[in-house]
Nanobody, 124 residues
Framework: QVQLAESGGGLVQTGGSLRLSCAASGRTFSTYAMAWFRQAPGKEREFAAAISGSGGVIYYSDSVKGRFTISRDNAKNTVYLQMNSVKPEDTAVYYC?????????????????WGQGTQVTVST
């Protein structure tokens, strides 16, 4: 069982930056692939970024590629999402997710554990 807790959300202006963190419980964090998904008001939850257990394989959605960076610190049991050049369309609840095994995946159904989410609001 893995418990996830996101932090770092808030209000940011268009063009600004924000860093989200997701702290995981447990002693085998490096054996879990991690991902960030997001859900905008009135929309389905969508994939944003994923990282393998070792950090060597990373995937991004087209909508965040080049602006967001996912990373992880296995010694701290934490995964990060650095958000740069944010846009109003980035406004959403951001969820951290974990899946057993080290392979990253873009599919929501591939993830077994989810955090409660953190709100990110981008103002114009």
């Amino acid at each position: 069982q893995v418990q996830l807790a996101e932090s770092g959300g808030g209000l940011v202006q268009t063009g600004g930056s924000l860093r989200l963190s997701c702290a995981a419980s447990g002693r085998t964090f490096s054996t879990y692939a991690m991902a960030w998904f997001r859900q905008a008001p009135g929309k389905e939850r969508e994939f944003a970024a994923a990282i393998s257990g070792s950090g060597g394989v990373i995937y991004y959605s087209d909508s965040v590629k080049g602006r967001f960076t996912i990373s992880r610190d296995n010694a701290k049991n934490t995964v990060y999402l650095q958000m740069n050049s944010v846009k109003p369309e980035d406004t959403a609840v951001y969820y951290c997710a974990a899946r057993g095994g080290m392979l990253a995946d873009r599919r929501e159904a591939a993830y077994d554990y989810w955090g409660q989410g953190t709100q990110v609001t981008v103002s114009t």
